[in-house]
């Protein structure tokens, strides 16, 4: 088992800069894929960002892309989603997710592990 704990999650202006940490723990190996997601009120889970926590490129959606960095902390076990220029339409509930598939996905599916996820707000 997996277990995953996202935190850093809060009330922000458009414009603003908001940083959230995963704290991952229990049976993890590292070629394991990682993923952040989030789900707006009223919408499907989606992907947003995810990388390899061994290493590599990270694979972002479009709509993030340029404003999201995703990395990882190996000494302490963490995956952190730095958000930056945030808009009031990346208002979420955000998730921490890990697979143990060995190919690039952002199928929400491919993902075992989830964190209880974390809320941010954009207000305009």
């Known amino acids: 088992q997996v277990q995953l704990v996202e935190s850093g999650g809060g009330l922000v202006q458009a414009g603003d800069s908001l940083r959230l940490s995963c704290a991952v723990s229990?049976?993890?190996?590292?070629?394991?894929?990682m993923g952040w997601f989030r789900q707006a009120p009223g919408k499907e889970r989606e992907f947003v960002v995810g990388?390899?926590?061994?290493?590599?490129?990270?694979d972002s959606a479009d709509s993030v892309k340029g404003r999201f960095t995703i990395s990882r902390d190996n000494a302490k076990n963490t995956l952190a989603l730095q958000m930056n220029s945030l808009k009031p339409e990346d208002t979420a509930v955000y998730y921490c997710?890990?697979?143990?598939?060995?190919?690039?996905?952002?199928?929400?599916?491919?993902?075992?592990?989830w964190g209880q996820g974390t809320p941010v707000t954009v207000s305009s």
């Open positions: 229990g049976r993890f190996f590292s070629n394991y894929r």
């Open positions: 997710a890990a697979s143990s598939t060995v190919y690039i996905t952002r199928r929400v599916r491919d993902y075992t592990y």
């Open positions: 990388m390899f926590w061994s290493g590599g490129s990270a």
